[in-house]
């Protein structure tokens, strides 16, 4: 199937009893919820969030109504993965949501699923990456970090990266709405979500460049979600100044610049479509890294009018919005290569 439009973050909402089913015992037995939850009304009381409940032959009519050929599914609420405690749990949690997507995504060739692995036990994660792109087919391997006792580049998870990277697929950082651990200045969710997942997020851009990632696993595709791109080069800059002046130090294993690894290396971004800053962020880092995300089905997407917001932009040459739109998707996920 020729790929020419690819939304490389959409959204499976994933409930309680498709997971449930898929867990062997005890765990499939436990009260309540088998998720963690903060509470926080997403919907604003049902105003927003409209589409959520959409079945896959809705999803499909509505990619055709956008003009998208593919789209890559990640997780909802099962994000909240890496903050089980109990690490036999988490490891059995991340294969039935495994083994789910894959049964989604069987649905349609439309329709491709991201792993999830339990970052608790990087031995059994080793095994579900394994597991999940070989056996299931899955496109990628995605982590929220929230919860996490250790940063990205820590070199606890360099063997997942290794098995990640000789399997040639990404590795994606898809953080979820909370801030850092133990932030509790929050007053609302809008001050959450303006705030959490863009600082959580840099958190982990930071940590794996300065832990060595990008210098360690060259060929390691590496994409950040759902904070846009305009934070990119602010980032890059800062990043720049301070290893300058303390990186041979504290920083051994990044032996460039670190703006060397993000301009010339596997590191992709998701825009969103409407994004002010995208001319800019081509301008510093070239047009064969950023990628377009709808989001679909969530509340805070701007379905259907996401590719057609792309498409009608007038300061993005068209070379650079066939990029976005299809072309590094493609170069991300290892398609047609």
């Known amino acids: 199937m020729e790929m020419k439009v690819i939304d490389a973050d959409g959204h499976i909402i994933e409930r309680d009893k498709d997971i449930r089913a898929r867990l062997p015992e005890p765990y499939c037995e436990r009260r309540g919820a088998l998720l963690p939850a903060d509470g926080l009304d997403t919907s604003m ?98 982590v929220a970090t929230q919860g996490m006792k250790e940063h990205l580049g820590a070199q606890t998870f360099w063997p997942i990266y290794e098995e990640i990277q000789r399997l040639k697929v990404p590795l994606c950082v898809h953080n979820r709405r909370q801030g850092p651990a133990s932030e509790q200045r929050f007053d609302s969710f809008l001050y959450m979500h303006t705030i959490g997942r863009p600082v959580e997020t840099v958190i982990q851009f930071v940590g794996l460049v300065y832990g060595g990632v990008a210098e360690r696993f060259p060929k390691l595709r590496i994409a950040f979600m759902e904070c846009g791109a305009g934070w990119v080069p602010y980032w890059m800059e800062r990043m720049d100044e301070e290893w300058e002046k303390r990186g041979t130090v504290e920083a051994p294993l990044c032996r460039r610049k670190p703006s060397e690894y993000i301009i010339h290396g596997n590191w992709f971004f998701a825009t969103e479509p409407e994004e002010a800053m995208l001319p800019y962020v081509i301008e510093r880092i070239g047009e064969d ?15 259907p009018h996401v590719v057609s917001t792309l498409r009608g932009r007038k300061d993005l040459s068209e070379s650079a919005k066939k990029k976005v739109l299809g072309d590094n998707a493609r170069r991300l996920y290892g398609w047609g290569q």
């Open 45 to 142: 009381g049902g105003l927003l969030g409209g589409l959520e409940d959409n079945d896959i032959p809705t999803r499909l009519k509505d990619m055709d109504s956008e003009g998208i050929d593919v789209s890559v599914l990640f997780p909802t609420s099962s994000f909240s993965l890496t903050q089980f405690i109990e690490r036999d749990y988490a490891v059995a949690y991340a294969r039935a949501y495994n083994d789910f997507i894959a049964d989604v995504c069987r649905q349609s060739p439309r329709l491709k699923g991201i792993a999830l692995a339990p970052f608790q036990d990087v031995e059994a994660a080793v095994q579900e990456v394994n597991r999940a792109v070989t056996k299931l087919g899955l496109a990628a391997v995605a």
């Open 289 to 303: 890294k950023i990628f377009f995300a709808s989001d679909y089905p969530h509340w805070d997407g701007i379905f």
